[in-house]
């Protein structure tokens, strides 16, 4: 019988394994949990591309700014809205006052999506 030293790289292996050994098996017995996480990566894909450009914001506001933005955006996506429609209404609201300022959380994408829904429940 052939033994391995406890600190080669085959038993650190061995132990990383066996201590995530509950999440490994977890989809085993639960089937909403994925095998892989590629879903997710590709849904964060585009903010990972765009970080190289937000090194060259010019500044630390302008760079907020574009985090913003961003999150916005792919919130908006993520709720399968159009960023356009939506930043192009949402932005119209702030600007003409129909919304107010303490009432800004009501064009949050999941908010917004909820308000566009209830005309047609409506008619």
Same mark, same amino acid.
């Given at each position: 019988?052939?033994?391995?030293?406890?600190?080669?790289?085959?038993?650190?292996?061995?132990?990383?394994?066996?201590g995530?050994?509950?999440?490994?098996? &977890?989809f085993?017995?639960?089937?909403?949990?994925?095998?892989?996480?590629?879903?997710?990566?590709?849904? #964060?894909?585009?903010?990972s591309?765009?970080?190289?450009?937000?090194?060259?914001? !010019?500044?630390? !506001? !302008?760079?907020?700014?574009?985090a #913003?933005?961003?999150? &916005?955006?792919?919130?908006?996506?993520?709720?399968?809205?159009?960023p356009?429609?939506? &930043?192009?209404?949402?932005?119209?609201? #702030?600007?003409? !006052?129909?919304?107010k300022?303490?009432?800004?959380?009501?064009?949050?994408?999941?908010?917004?999506?909820?308000?566009?829904?209830?005309?047609?429940?409506?008619?």
């Amino acid at each position: 019988m052939r033994t391995s030293s406890t600190k080669s790289s085959l038993a650190k292996a061995i132990r990383y394994t066996l201590g995530h050994w509950a999440g490994l098996g &977890l989809f085993l017995t639960d089937g909403r949990v994925e095998v892989d996480n590629n879903t997710v990566e590709r849904t #964060i894909r585009p903010i990972s591309l765009g970080r190289k450009n937000a090194l060259f914001t !010019g500044s630390d !506001g !302008g760079g907020e700014t574009w985090a #913003i933005l961003a999150s &916005l955006i792919n919130s908006a996506k993520l709720h399968n809205l159009d960023p356009q429609t939506y &930043l192009a209404d949402v932005l119209e609201r #702030i600007v003409s !006052g129909r919304t107010k300022v303490n009432a800004l959380h009501e064009l949050l994408p999941w908010n917004w999506k909820a308000l566009q829904a209830q005309p047609a429940q409506a008619a």
